[in-house]
Each structure stands twice: as structure tokens, then as C-alpha cells.
Nanobody, 119 residues
């Protein structure tokens, strides 16, 4: 049983910053890759950024140079620092955690955080 607790969303003006946090609460699983996805109305969910256990990062082209993903394994937490936000970044942001238990791998999703970039 793993629950993802997300925080940090909200309303911000263009050019502003937000920091999203996601804590993986639970036991019985070893946490592998962690990441952030987003979904705007009428669009498919898309990868924003991910980070492996070895701290290898992967970013979508539309956020490179603006967003930074990081993790704190001691806290089972993944962060997304979002700078230079644009109206196009408005979406619901979802945390995803890959958990491993024995031979099994599971994807866990947060409930989503609303991020609105507007003047």
C-alpha cells in the first residue's frame, strides 16, 4: 500500500515559480523511478520530468531549462521546481512513483495538483 501525497500547486503569474512536492507514504515497496506528468483539458497526459534512483533525469523539451526535478530518498519525496512559468504550463500535475515488490513492479499515481499560470 503506497499513497502519494502531493503539495505545492496553485495560481501563479507568468514568469513566476512553484515548487511541487510528492511524498510516497507506505511500506512494502522499494521505490524506483519517480516523476511528474501533467494533463491539460482536452489533452493527453504527458511526461514532464522523471528521475531514476541513480538521479538520472529526463525532461520534456517544453520544460528544459525551466524545470528541475530532484528527489530525497531518505524522505521518499520527489520535487519539481518550476521556474519561468508560462500560461501553457497550466494543467493538472500528477506525481508518479514506480514501486518494486519482489518480481512485481507497480505504478502509483497521485491525485493531481492544479497549476494555473495566469495574469
Amino acid at each position: 500500500q503506497v499513497q502519494l501525497v502531493e503539495s505545492g500547486g496553485g495560481l501563479v503569474q507568468p514568469g513566476g515559480s512553484l515548487r511541487l512536492s510528492c511524498v510516497a507514504a507506505g511500506s512494502g515497496f522499494r521505490i524506483d523511478t519517480m516523476g511528474w506528468y501533467r494533463q491539460a483539458p482536452g489533452k493527453q497526459r504527458e511526461l514532464v520530468a522523471s528521475i531514476s534512483n541513480g538521479d538520472r533525469t529526463n525532461y520534456a523539451d517544453f520544460v528544459k531549462g525551466r524545470f528541475t526535478i530532484s528527489r530525497d530518498n531518505s524522505k521518499s519525496t520527489v520535487y519539481l521546481q518550476m521556474n519561468s512559468l508560462k500560461p501553457e504550463d497550466t494543467a493538472v500535475y500528477y506525481c508518479k512513483v514506480v514501486g518494486v515488490s519482489g518480481w512485481h513492479r507497480y505504478d502509483y499515481w497521485g491525485q493531481g495538483l492544479q497549476v494555473t499560470v495566469s495574469s
